[in-house]
């Protein structure tokens, strides 16, 4: 066996779709943010403007969350030097468990050492703790959903076409009754922006007797009066049986969990190989997230100027005649429809223009759906996004992008 040759022909298979990956180096400035230095392979250097971070409220930056991490790790050093069992849960660690499960009105909550994760491990353990459970997945659900879903056996799994509620009660109807269920689903859908019928799940649930696991992940900070996420905004946190989220976004730091009835934490914490089998967090990140938390839930005025920079971008784009696909959330998704105009557009932006977005290409997305996907956060200036708009706009007739039915303004 030709070992290498098998490794560079996968390279060349991703190469040959146009997919790629190539990360964009970015040096940050303290206080700067969204503005970084890009460096080239070669070394030189451009300033550019990043449209495409997942930090969406610039809380990566904020004083108040560095200033924690950096006391904390003054008191307790680097890493937690172990897994939550053996040495590697500090107070740290406890109290930002606690304050997870106040901002969800939960009994309790529980850390994992990502977003990704914390779906990965909640999810596949509980077809250990539940035998026989069926689990309905929206088709849309992220990928760490769905690697923990696929621990279940192939007929105890069902996909449900995205956002279509019928579509999931018929599967609930042709269900065994009697077996264990759960939905699981995403608040905001990352890629689309679009939001589930929260309330419209939640019934389909008791009706039919199942749990409900919702991904708030890029919600969570952003949506609801405390920053607690779509299902806080409708009204609907309670009903939900486990609510998932991600330090790493809106929080600005790193770190998952899932917050729920201390019985169902208490389960998870005791059967999940992805919270038992790893060191935990160190303590500065923990730190750094419940000072995030904490100034969050009592800065509203953060997520009505994120909202407002959102509408003010999807306003300004449409404005440019460029396709705006629909989203009723912070992400503003371009289409453009193809992986090489995708990645051109992309490589274009940044080397003349100044502008930082990273192409989103299958699988991320359908094929013949690749698209740019900015989030504008609350530092997004106005001179900003009219850079971008006559940018994208000259673009799109120099790439000669077709402009694609539906979405164009
Ligand atoms: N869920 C969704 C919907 C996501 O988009 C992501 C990450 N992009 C994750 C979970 C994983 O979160 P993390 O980045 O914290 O691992």
């Known amino acids: 066996m030709d070992y290498r040759a098998a490794f560079r022909n996968a390279l060349d298979r991703v190469r040959s779709e146009g997919r790629y990956r190539v990360f964009a180096d970015l040096k940050r400035h303290r206080g700067e943010f969204p503005r ?3 460096t080239r392979g070669d070394g030189s250097t451009s300033d550019v403007t990043v449209w495409c971070s997942n930090d969406y409220l610039g809380q990566g930056q904020n004083p ?30 406890v109290e930002l468990e606690h304050e997870l499960a106040d901002l969800h009105g939960k009994e309790s909550a529980l850390l994992f050492t990502s977003g990704y994760v914390s779906n990965e491990a909640s999810l596949s353990t509980l077809y250990k703790i539940l035998p026989g459970l069926i689990v309905f997945s929206d088709e849309l659900n992220h990928n760490s959903m769905i690697s923990g879903i696929r621990a279940g056996k192939r007929e105890q799994r ?39 019928d ?49 330090l790493g976004k809106a929080f600005g730091v790193m770190g998952g969990y899932i917050a729920a009835d201390r019985v169902i934490v208490d389960a998870i914490r005791s059967y999940a190989d992805g919270f038992i089998f790893t060191t ?24 009505v100027a994120h ?10 784009l449409k404005r440019a005649g460029l396709p ?51 989030t504008p956060s609350p530092a997004h200036t106005d001179g900003m996004m009219d850079e971008l708009a006559e940018a994208l706009e000259a673009l799109w007739v120099r790439c000669n992008v077709k402009r694609i039915g539906g979405y164009a303004a």
Not at 239 to 244: A, G, H, L, R
Not at 293 to 302: C, Q
Request: proline share 5%.
């Open 64 to 93: 108040v969350v560095l200033d924690a991490m950096h006391r904390a790790i003054e008191e307790a050093g680097a890493g937690s030097g172990g897994t939550r069992n053996i040495s590697g849960t500090t107070h740290y660690h």
């Open 307 to 316: 909202q407002e920079r959102a509408a003010a971008l999807k306003a300004r």
């Open 280 to 303: 935990s967090l160190p303590p500065a990140l923990a730190a750094g997230a419940v000072a995030s938390i904490r100034y969050l839930k009592e800065h509203n005025e953060v997520r």
């Open 36 to 38: 970084a230095t890009w």
């Open 158 to 196: 069902r996909v449900f076409r995205h956002n279509d509620l019928e579509h999931l009660e018929q599967l609930l109807i042709e269900a065994d009754p009697e077996a264990p269920k759960l939905i699981a689903f995403e608040s905001v859908y990352s890629m689309d922006g679009d939001i589930a």
């Open 198 to 246: 929260i309330r419209g799940t939640i019934a389909l649930a008791k009706k039919y007797g199942a749990m409900t696991y919702i991904d708030e992940v890029h919600a969570v900070g952003m949506y609801g009066p405390r920053g607690a996420g779509v299902a806080e905004r409708d009204g609907m946190m309670a009903e939900i049986d486990i609510i998932e989220g991600t």
């Open 324 to 374: 705006v696909m629909p989203s009723v959330s912070h992400i503003v998704p371009v289409l453009v429809g193809d992986p090489v105009h995708c990645k051109m557009i992309s490589d274009i932006l940044l080397e003349d223009h100044g502008i930082y977005v990273q192409p989103i290409n299958y699988p991320t997305v359908p094929r013949g759906t690749e698209r740019l996907r900015f």
